[in-house]
Structure formats: structure tokens, C-alpha cells
């Protein structure tokens, strides 16, 4: 990587390190510059050394002189780092052997059960042709793109797939064997294990363990197994707090979820792809694959389509600017002690969305033995279902102290447990 390069097109040198770029009479040049390669001549940025006639190491290991730019991520700056192209990832004989192993047991998987499925599977629609890895076609025509993504790709490059894919009515489920995967929550999509391309191929038990969740609803109260999300853990607000789940980390826990469910259920509609924006920053969230009734339990509790149009691109961090002189040395293969790379940040953490608070039921009206009763909204009301375990017309008031439990259906008691244990 360097800080500096020089423009073809305009016959001048570029440094990185300044705010201007050395050129305050240029104000549009950064966002030149920024433009992806595919938007642009790919030689019009040049690697300095090669431009002054000296040993451009990148060209000499076979590559190219050319030059493209990013945000690089040094202990916690992101300063303009200039590299060579092309910056395709190779894959190794290893991850191409994992590649064709998954892919043809996702086919394998969806013919065994019935279901339409060819691999490399191109699709024509009105924005043009994209190819999947695997195309699973459900029995009401529902498509499921898979994207096995065991080698880096840019968010770039996941927002673009995506966004074709679905404009020609695929859904993409992008597969990742990666905590730091860059497709993670910016897609639709799903964790697997690192495994040998044999133990894939034989049969071999292969989890979800990422990108699957469960809703879970809970009343906030000192007896609850789960903190409360507006507390931030202290104290108990007795309101009904929503959030999601992985399999594990349910109450009670889950079954684990295999990649032949995901793939049937998927392609079926029993489970739906949806995005939960974060509670405390609106401009991001988590894509995730949910039951079909969590997905229509959210959506009457939050109100929240059930997937948005995917962002093409998302905000990045502010630029640093460390105002140094331009290294002409090229450093291809190598990465200088200023400009080398911090690891790449997990991504998927597992945590909770931060979910939804539902208001604080309250007593409105006596009921007829002078006990305060409850009423509640239709979001409250099947935010109480889920969390009591039954039906939303099961639901009504505790007839001692009017709190809201399963009242009706077979067996149902006509008071709560709290008061049938005082003798009210």
C-alpha cells in the first residue's frame, strides 16, 4: 500500500496524507479518485515508482502498475492507502474444493426433497443477468439465490449481487464460513462451519451459526430469566420487551438449526428474511432468517416491513488525514510499518438486536370487584400471547388482580397463579 500515486489523466501527483491531496484548486478530486474501478479507466491511476521509471515490484511479480484507492484501517485511523490491481482473491485449491462441496449439497439437498434446484444457475431479468451458485425454486416459485462466499468479497461487491439478484425476483442467501465476513448483515445470510470439503461432500452434520434467529417476548419483571432492555440491565421496567435469538441462546434454548432446514424452509416460505434495524442507530441493523410466525408476530408488534431495499452503499468513517510525504518507493507485497492493516472486525457477534419495548401496561378501568383491571392494545395483546405460550384470543384478565394471563381455552384458570396462591 502507498500514500501516494499519480493521475494519468491530469499528469499530476497525488498525495493521500493531505486534505486537499495537494491540490486545493481540484475540490472534486477525492470523489474521482474514490470511484470504482469499474466506473472508471482502470489505468488512470499509476503506481509512482513505475511513472518515474523505476522497479514497480507489483509488475515485476506478474500484476499490474495500476492503482486503486480505500480507506485503510490503522489502530483505529482509516487514511487513503493506494494499492495495486487487480484485487480479485484467489481462491485456494482448499476453499474451491469447500465451494463445489456446499454447493452441490444444497442442490443435492432441494432435489432430494422435491424441489427445483440447478447449480450455476443464470438468471435473466429487466436489470440483466446475474448467476447464482445455487438456484432453489420452491413450490409456489419462490427463488432462492445461494451465493457460497468462502473468500473475501467487498460490501461492494455483496450490495451489487444482492440488488441484481433481487431485482430479478431472487432472493440471495449468501453463505459465509467467516465471523468477519463483510457480506454479514448486509445481506441476507448465513454462518457455517470451516469444514474439510469431504466431511461437506460425506454428510456430515453442518450447523447454522450465524444468521438464524427466534423471537422471544418477555414480561419485564424481578422473576424474568432476561434483563431489561431499556435498564440496561439494572432493575425492571415490567413492561414487554421483544427481541431476537439464536437457536442456543433461547428460553428455553432452541434446536439447532442445519443448513438441509434452512434449505427447505427457506424455498417453502416457513422462514423469511428480514431486517431488524439497530435500536440505537437507525442507519444500521441485522439481516436475518426467521420463522415465517416470529415474522408476522414482529410485524404486528413493530408495525416493520419485512425486508427493505438493500442499500447500495452504507456510510464510512471519516477519512484521516496524517499530512506526510509521499513514499515513491513501491511496497507491493509488502506492507509498510505506517500503513499496516489492523484485523478485520468480527462481525458477527451474535448479540441481540436491541429489540422493542412495548409501553407499560396500565390500569384504566375497575373491574367489578373494585380491582384495578387491564386493558391492552392489539400489539400488546399479541406481544402477551407469544410471551404466555397461546393463542391471542386465549388472552384476558387475571379475574382477582385484572393483570393480563391465558384466561380462556381448555383448562384455562380464571386467575393468576400470584392470586390463586393468596386464596383471592
Not at 440491565?233 to 441462546?249: E, Q, R, T
Not at 478485520?344 to 436491541?354: A, E, I, W
Request: net charge neutral; with cysteine.
Amino acid at each position: 500500500m502507498a500514500n501516494g500515486v499519480w493521475h494519468r489523466g491530469y499528469g499530476i501527483e497525488i498525495n493521500l496524507s493531505l486534505p486537499d491531496l495537494g491540490h486545493p484548486d481540484r475540490p472534486g478530486l477525492l470523489d474521482e479518485i474514490m470511484t470504482s474501478v469499474s466506473g472508471r479507466d482502470p489505468e488512470l491511476l499509476e503506481c509512482l515508482a513505475h511513472h518515474d521509471g523505476h522497479t514497480c515490484e507489483s509488475e515485476a511479480g506478474g500484476k499490474s502498475p495500476w492503482m486503486f484507492i480505500r480507506r485503510g484501517r490503522v489502530s483505529g485511523r482509516r487514511p487513503l492507502v493506494a494499492a495495486h490491481l487487480p484485487v480479485t482473491h484467489k481462491p485456494t485449491p482448499a476453499e474451491s474444493d469447500q465451494h463445489k462441496a456446499t454447493k452441490e449439497r444444497v442442490v443435492e439437498t432441494a432435489l432430494r426433497h422435491g424441489l427445483e434446484a440447478t447449480p450455476e444457475s443464470p438468471v435473466r431479468g429487466a436489470t440483466g443477468r446475474s448467476i447464482a451458485d445455487a438456484l432453489v425454486t420452491g413450490p409456489d416459485g419462490t427463488r432462492i439465490g445461494w451465493e457460497i462466499q468462502y473468500y473475501p468479497l467487498g460490501k461492494s461487491g455483496v450490495y451489487q449481487r444482492s440488488t441484481r439478484a433481487r431485482d430479478n425476483g431472487v432472493m440471495p442467501l449468501w453463505v459465509t464460513k467467516s465471523t468477519q465476513a463483510d457480506l454479514i448483515d448486509r445481506a441476507p445470510w448465513a454462518r457455517v462451519d470451516d469444514m474439510p470439503w469431504r466431511e461437506i461432500s460425506s454428510g456430515r452434520e453442518m450447523l447454522i451459526r450465524g444468521g438464524f434467529r427466534y423471537l422471544q417476548t418477555w414480561l419485564c419483571k424481578p422473576t424474568s430469566a432476561r434483563q431489561c432492555l431499556d435498564n440496561g440491565g439494572a432493575g425492571h421496567c415490567h413492561g414487554l420487551h421483544a427481541d431476537w435469538f439464536l437457536p442456543a441462546l433461547c428460553e428455553p434454548p432452541k434446536p439447532a438449526v442445519h443448513i438441509e432446514d434452512l434449505i427447505l424452509t427457506t424455498a417453502t416460505g416457513e422462514s423469511l428474511a428480514v431486517f431488524v434495524p439497530s435500536r440505537h442507530n437507525p442507519r444500521s441493523g441485522r439481516h436475518m432468517w426467521v420463522p415465517v410466525q416470529d415474522c408476522v408476530t414482529w410485524t404486528e408488534m413493530d408495525g416493520a416491513t419485512r425486508l427493505p431495499d438493500l442499500p447500495t452503499s452504507e456510510p464510512d468513517d471519516s477519512i484521516t488525514f496524517d499530512e506526510q510525504e509521499i513514499d515513491r518507493s513501491c511496497t507491493a507485497g509488502q506492507e509498510s510499518p505506517s500503513f499496516r492493516s489492523d484485523p478485520r472486525p468480527v462481525r458477527d457477534l451474535g448479540q441481540p438486536t436491541g429489540g422493542l419495548t412495548l409501553p407499560l401496561l396500565t390500569s384504566r378501568r375497575p373491574n367489578r370487584d373494585g380491582a384495578a383491571a387491564l386493558t391492552v392494545t392489539g400489539a400488546e395483546r399479541v406481544a402477551v400471547a407469544a410471551t404466555l405460550g397461546c393463542p391471542v384470543w386465549e388472552v384476558g384478565p387475571c379475574s382477582r388482580c385484572g393483570q393480563f394471563i391465558r384466561r380462556y381455552g381448555p383448562n384455562a384458570p380464571i386467575a393468576c397463579s400470584v392470586c390463586r396462591g393468596q386464596g383471592r
